[in-house]
């Protein structure tokens, strides 16, 4: 269900190759706070690559709803609160672009990110 046991997953690739990987549970949320989150996660896990602020960085997405809030300026009416967070943290990345792509269609980044998600979905599930 849609609120209901919820994850995010991130893979981020850093110069070099080295890839960073994340899950989160999110216990009760809905599919865009998950979307959302994973955003945060990337970013994080940017943090912990110690990406330097002003890198070029291509984040990818198969949320429309992140897309179109993050990229294309649309104005969400729920979830401020995480949507705040987020652009305020984009803000220390200059050179961020975020782009749409169409999920389940074999990137093997996103696959990952999927299964990662669902991780954290489970685990949502495991600490009613």
């Not at 955003?39 to 997405?61: M, P, Q």
């Not at 009416?77 to 672009?97: C, E, S, T």
Request: charged share 25%; proline share 4%.
């Amino acid at each position: 269900g849609n609120p209901g046991p919820a994850g995010s997953g991130a893979v981020v690739k850093l110069p070099g190759g080295r890839v960073l990987e994340r899950h989160l549970s999110l216990g009760r949320a809905t599919n865009n706070i998950g979307e959302l989150k994973a955003i945060g996660l990337a970013l994080d896990l940017l943090d912990e690559g110690e990406v330097s602020s002003d890198a070029r960085i291509e984040i990818l997405t198969d949320s429309k709803y992140v897309h179109g809030l993050l990229q294309l300026g649309w104005k969400g009416k729920a979830n401020r609160d995480v949507i705040d967070a987020i652009k305020a943290r984009l803000r220390d990345f200059p050179n961020v672009r975020i782009h749409w792509i169409a999920g389940h269609v074999g990137i093997p980044e996103n696959e990952r990110a999927d299964e990662l998600a669902n991780r954290g979905v489970s685990e949502s599930l495991h600490r009613r």
